[in-house]
C-alpha cells in the first residue's frame, strides 16, 4: 500500500521553530517531487514549498521564503520541511504529497499520494 505519513507537528510558541518529516511507505520518493502544503480552518489549501526529486530544485511560497527549507534524504526515503520563526498565520493542518514527476510544478497539480496531515499550531 502506497502511504505518506507525516509527523512532527504540534504546539509552540511564535518565533519557535518545527521540523515536519515526510515518510514514504510501500514505494520510494526518489521518483517523485514532493510537496508540503497546508490548510488553516475555513480557509482554501495552499503550497507551501516543493523539492525536486534530486533536490536540486527548491520552492516556497512568498509567505515561508525565509523562515522554511524543505529538504529531502533519499537513502531514508523521506522529505523534510524545517520550520523557523513561526508566526500564528502558520498555524494549519500540514500535508506532504507525492507528485507523478521529477520537478516541481505551479500550484497543486499533479500530486497523487497525500499524508494524512499533521496539526501545527502557533500560539503563545
Known amino acids: 500500500q502506497l502511504q505518506l505519513v507525516e509527523s512532527g507537528g504540534g504546539l509552540v510558541q511564535p518565533g519557535g521553530s518545527l521540523r515536519l518529516s515526510c515518510a514514504a511507505s510501500?514505494?520510494?520518493?526518489?521518483?517523485?517531487?514532493i510537496g508540503w502544503f497546508r490548510q488553516a480552518p475555513g480557509k482554501e489549501r495552499e503550497g507551501v514549498s516543493c523539492?525536486?526529486?534530486?533536490?536540486?530544485?527548491?520552492n516556497y511560497a512568498d509567505s515561508v521564503k525565509g523562515r522554511f527549507t524543505i529538504s529531502r534524504d533519499n537513502t531514508r526515503n523521506a522529505v523534510y520541511l524545517q520550520m523557523n520563526s513561526l508566526k500564528p498565520e502558520d498555524t494549519a493542518i500540514y500535508y506532504c504529497a507525492a507528485r507523478l514527476s521529477r520537478l516541481c510544478g505551479s500550484g497543486g497539480s499533479g500530486y497523487a499520494y497525500w499524508g494524512q496531515g499533521t496539526q501545527v499550531t502557533v500560539s503563545s
Open positions: 523539492i525536486s526529486s534530486g533536490g536540486g530544485s527548491r
Open positions: 510501500g514505494f520510494t520518493l526518489d521518483s517523485y517531487a
